[in-house]
C-alpha cells in the first residue's frame, strides 16, 4: 500500500526549540495539504501545495511555520521557537483529480508535545 | 465562526441498526461535501462524498443526504457494525476546488454488539 506517509508519527520537543515534519504523498498526487488538528476539533487547514508551488496558507500558519515541497513530490513543515500551543496532530494530506473532484487522502499524522 | 458544524458529539448504535450522523454547515457557497472516519491514533480515511448537484449519494452500507435549502447534510449507515465505532468528521469545500476542505468537529460513534 503506497499511502500518505509521514515521519516522525511522535515529537516531544521543549519550548522554543525548531522541529521539521516530513510528508511523502501518495505517488501520482499532485496536491499535497497540511492540516493541525487540536483535541476535540476537526482538522483546520494550514497550507497546500500544487506540484512545488504553494497556492493557500491559511492565517494559522504564522511566521513560525514554513512549508516547502521543493521537487512537487515530498514536503516538510518546520516550526521555530516552538510554543506549547502547538502542541496537536499535524496532519498531510494529497489528492489529485479524479475528472470529478479532488478527494483528499489523510497520512497518520505527526502528534507533536512541546513541554 | 464555525461554517460546518455537528452539534451531536457522540451517538450510541446496537449491532445492526440505522446510525445517523448530522451536520449543518452555513457558508452556501459550499458545494461539495464529504464525511471521513478517524480511528484512534490513525488520519482520517475518506469514506464517501456528495455534490450539490445531486441530493443522495450511496456507496454500499453508507448513504449521504444533502438538502441544500435546509443547509443540511446526514449520514446514513446501514446496518451498523462494532467496527464502524469511530470519529465521524463531515467536511466541506467549494466548488470541488480542492483546496482548502473545512471539517466539523466530529461525532464519536458507538456501535455495541
Known amino acids: 500500500d503506497t499511502g500518505v506517509s509521514q515521519d516522525p508519527r511522535h515529537k516531544i520537543t521543549k519550548r522554543g526549540q525548531n522541529v521539521t515534519f516530513r510528508c511523502d504523498p501518495i505517488s501520482e498526487h499532485n496536491r499535497l495539504y497540511w492540516y493541525r488538528q487540536t483535541l476535540g476539533q476537526g482538522p483546520e487547514f494550514l497550507t497546500y501545495f500544487q506540484n512545488e508551488a504553494q497556492l493557500e496558507k491559511s492565517r494559522l500558519l504564522s511566521d513560525r511555520f514554513s512549508a516547502e515541497r521543493p521537487k512537487g513530490s515530498f514536503s516538510t513543515l518546520e516550526i521555530q521557537r516552538t510554543e506549547q500551543g502547538d502542541s496537536a496532530m499535524y496532519l498531510c494530506?494529497?489528492?489529485?483529480?479524479?475528472?470529478?473532484?479532488?478527494?483528499?487522502?489523510f497520512g497518520p499524522g505527526t502528534r507533536l508535545t512541546v513541554t | 465562526d464555525q461554517q460546518v458544524k455537528q452539534n451531536s458529539p457522540s451517538l450510541s448504535v446496537q449491532e445492526g441498526r440505522i446510525s445517523i450522523l448530522n451536520c449543518d454547515y452555513t457558508?452556501?457557497?459550499?458545494?461539495?461535501f464529504l464525511w471521513y472516519k478517524k480511528y484512534p491514533a490513525e488520519g482520517p480515511t475518506f469514506l464517501i462524498s456528495?455534490?450539490?448537484?445531486?441530493d443522495k449519494n450511496e456507496d454500499g452500507r453508507f448513504t449521504v443526504f444533502l438538502n441544500k435549502s435546509a443547509k443540511h447534510l446526514s449520514l446514513h449507515i446501514v446496518p451498523s457494525q462494532p467496527g464502524d465505532s469511530a470519529v465521524y468528521f463531515c467536511?466541506?469545500?467549494?466548488?470541488?476546488?480542492?483546496?482548502?476542505?473545512?471539517f466539523g468537529k466530529g461525532t464519536t460513534l458507538s456501535v455495541s454488539s
Open positions: 456528495i455534490s450539490s448537484i445531486k
Open positions: 494530506a494529497s489528492s489529485r483529480w479524479t475528472g470529478i473532484s479532488y478527494e483528499q487522502y
Open positions: 457558508n452556501s457557497m459550499f458545494d461539495y
Open positions: 467536511a466541506a469545500n467549494v466548488n470541488q476546488a480542492g483546496t482548502a476542505l473545512i
